[in-house]
Structures are given as C-alpha cells and as structure tokens.
C-alpha cells in the first residue's frame, strides 16, 4: 500500500491543476479557433464557415493601424528595454557606491501594475497638468509635448511608459549575467591591457546571449499582449492611433459584440507569438552534438 501511495499519489496532487490547464488554457484554445471559422456575433455559432473571419480582419483598416502600432511599439520597447537594461545593469556592475539605490529605484516599476503605470504617466504627459504645464510654468512658453493627444505621437507615449515599466526587470537579468561571468577571464584579460569596453563587447556580452534571447522572448511577449497599459494610458486613443491588436479583440469582443473577429485577432496575435516563441525553444531543447 505504500509503494502504491509513493508511485501514485504525486499524479493523484498534480491532477487537478493539469486537468484545470488541460480545460481553461488548451481548451479555450481550441474553442477560440473554432468560433474563430464561425459567422459568430453577439453569441457564438457553431457552425463551420471557413476564413470569412480572416479575410474580414486583414480587410479591416482599424487592424491594420493595430498591426502596425505593434510592429512600431514592438521594435522600440524590447529595443530600447534590452539597450537601456544592459546599460543599467553594466554601470552597476561596477560596484558604485548607490548601486543599491539604483536597483531599487529602476526595479521598482516592475512591482507597479500596468494599470498604475499607465494612470502615472498618463498623468505626466497631459499636456494640461503634466511635463507641459511645469515647463511652461517656468517661463518656457513655447515649450510642447502634446503627444498624448497627438495621433501620429502618441504610440511613443505607450513605448515611453512600456519602457520605464520593464527596463528595471531587463536590468536585473543582465546584471546577473554579469555577475555570474567567471572573473579569472576578466582578470586575465585586465593583465593583457585589453580596454574594459572591449572586454565587455568582444568577452562578457556575447557570453550572455542565452540571457539576451530570455529577455527578448519575456519583451517581445509583453508587447503582444500589451492591454491595460494601452487602456490605462490612451484608451486606443486619439481615435484608434494607438490600437494594439489586444485592445482590438477587446472591442471585438465586449464593445462591438463581434465575438467571432475577436476570436481571429486573438490566433493571429497567438500565430505571432508561436512564431517567436516556437524557434526559440526548438534551439535551446534539440539535442546538441559536440
């Protein structure tokens, strides 16, 4: 009785969270992807119609403008995440005396919600109430920074938020690389007069590629289903300039009552991420031959 306990009771624990996986995540999965073949509105149908739903979504001009504010917002927020980190966590990898406050002071963000980051700086980049109005009250009337209700701007507000929200955690990451690269090199490379630049970029760096692709993969998720930054910040405002595709399978599907576009955003935007994601993992799980 004993043995059979030992051998089946980890399976008999594990049961209820895989099955709860098994039902909620990979199940909705699949629900979503059939609804998304359907003439689904307000309520699901379930009836087969092929890729009407596709074909409507890349016809729409709001998903278009959602498509591109990803790419746009995508490439400037892991970009500038992964540089800024990396400076970060170089400049505390030389061991200054306010390291401490530094860290705390950039990783800080990481333990605000996106709502609460999103409410702050919509805050800060009001032009009546925010940078704009302290700088003009300090005699720079001519000064501008309207981009919040600009709509060829105001996705680079989303980006500024999104980037102050997680160039703290990229930091983290790559100030532990740091630290965990072996010092015998470094000193060796010290003795052999090679500049400390060019033992960062030619030794320590590209020793740390594994821990570039973790964040670029963590980034690059983030920015996909970016939705209550957005929402918090812009609303998908002015108009639909700053429409992400999350914000738009929202408004599919709670606003519009358009359940079955929603559902074909949402597997287009999880087609993105598989393509991401799925090269990744491929990478780092084939056996290696040396």
């Known amino acids: 009785m004993t043995r059979w306990l030992e051998h089946h009771l980890p399976k008999a624990v594990l049961a209820p969270s895989f099955l709860a996986v098994l039902v909620f995540v990979y199940g909705f999965i699949g629900w979503t992807a059939w609804v998304s073949l359907t003439r689904s509105k307000l309520m699901p149908r379930y009836e087969i119609d092929g890729f009407g739903q596709f074909v409507r979504l890349f016809a729409s001009p709001r998903w278009d403008t959602a498509f591109g504010n990803l790419f ?34 950039y990783l800080y963000p990481m333990a605000l919600s996106l709502i609460v980051t999103g409410t702050a700086w919509k805050w800060v980049l009001n032009p009546g109430l925010g940078l704009e ?4 009250g300090w005699g720079f009337e001519n000064f501008r920074f309207d981009w919040l209700v ?30 965990s690269v072996d010092q015998e090199i470094i000193r060796a490379a010290e003795v052999d007069g090679i500049p400390t630049y060019r033992i960062y970029s030619a030794i320590i760096i590209p020793s ?17 289903k970016s939705f209550d930054l957005v929402i918090a910040l812009t609303g998908g405002g002015p108009g639909y300039a700053t429409d992400l595709p999350a914000t738009y399978m929202y408004a599919m599907a709670f606003s519009r009552g358009d359940i079955g576009q929603a559902a074909a955003s949402a597997m287009v935007m999880m087609a993105v991420v598989f393509a991401i994601v799925v090269p990744y993992l491929y990478s780092e799980l084939r056996p290696r031959h040396d």
């Not at 109005?133 to 003009?136: P, S």
């Not at 507000?157 to 929200?165: D, E, F, R, S």
């Not at 740390?208 to 996909?224: E, G, N, Q, R």
């Open 133 to 136: 109005a302290v700088v003009r």
């Open 208 to 224: 740390m590629a594994p821990i570039f692709m973790s964040a670029f993969i963590v980034l690059t998720h983030l920015a996909i």
């Open 150 to 179: 600009n709509s060829d701007m105001a996705i680079y507000t989303v980006v500024i938020a999104g980037v102050w929200q997680a160039s703290g955690f990229v930091m983290a990451l790559f100030l532990a690389g740091l630290r």
């Open 72 to 105: 746009i917002f995508g490439l400037l927020f892991v970009v500038i995440s992964l540089v800024l980190g990396l400076l970060l966590a170089i400049l505390l990898d030389q061991r200054i005396r306010v390291e401490g406050v530094i860290r705390t002071i």
